[in-house]
């Protein structure tokens, strides 16, 4: 599958305004509207932080093309230490569920390792 964007980033909180300026860029360049696109970078920072308050230390963030829009794929890679779910955890899945299609995890062990959702149309 071709991507538009694919980032492999450490997973430490001054590091989401880079994943979020690059999520925007990539939510325009493919001509996604303002909302979808702002809606987007909501979802990959909880995504991202949601994988941070599990355990994992890095994360692979990839946008590919999708039919009717754009999938965002968070792939959390080295956890160090698993962490139970938290009111926050709860929150941030919410949001991802309210905002985004299609929202698919993968669950090794029962741990999220991998969240997917698609977003928006394309021009």
Not at 60 to 88: N, Q
Not at 117 to 122: E, S
């Amino acid at each position: 599958m071709k991507e538009y964007l694919c980032l492999q980033v450490p997973l430490r909180r001054e590091m989401m305004t880079a994943v979020r300026l690059a999520a925007g860029g990539v939510c325009s360049a493919v001509g996604m509207s303002y909302d979808d696109g702002e809606d987007c970078k909501v979802c990959v920072t909880e995504s991202l932080l949601l994988l941070l308050r599990r355990g994992f230390s890095s994360a692979r963030v990839s946008f590919a093309p999708a039919e009717g829009g754009m999938r965002v794929c968070v792939t959390g890679e080295a956890c160090e230490e698993r962490k139970p779910f938290s009111d926050e955890d709860e929150i941030a899945l919410a949001l991802l569920h309210a905002l985004a299609r299609e929202v698919t995890m993968d669950k090794a062990e029962g741990e999220v390792g991998e969240i997917a959702f698609l977003f928006g149309q394309t021009a």
